[in-house]
């Protein structure tokens, strides 16, 4: 059973956009150690040692994350499909036909 938990991120934000801090890389990964008390040993230890990595980790990536995201702002919203909703399709073709 492993120890740590690693998450590795790379970020490709679009052209232009400003970093977000100094200390803060578009590339980044993390190991997260899942530490077990030698009392709470055992599978039981191992997985609430586990839970509490997977908080942490939680709370790092989206501390970090979400900083990147306000640095992006509205810079991919071009990119998004505009994707008709089912009765705007059924209304447009309705109207053809008249």
């Keep these: 059973m492993s120890r740590a938990i690693t998450i590795t991120y790379d ?3 679009p052209a232009g956009t400003p970093s977000p801090g100094a200390c803060l890389s578009s590339t980044k990964s993390h190991e997260i150690g ?6 709470d040993g055992g599978e039981k230890g191992y997985y609430q040692a586990l839970r ?3 908080g942490t980790a939680k709370g790092v990536l989206g501390e970090e994350l979400t900083v990147w995201r306000d640095a992006v702002g509205n810079r ?11 009765g705007e399709d ?3 073709e309705e109207e053809g036909t008249t």
Excluded at 79 to 86: D, L, Q, S
Aim: hydrophobic share 35%; charged share 45%.
């Design 34 to 39: 899942a530490e077990v008390v030698k009392d």
């Design 11 to 13: 970020l490709r934000p």
């Design 90 to 92: 059924e209304e447009g």
């Design 52 to 54: 509490e990595a997977i």
């Design 76 to 86: 991919e919203q071009g990119k998004e499909a505009r994707v008709p909703m089912r």
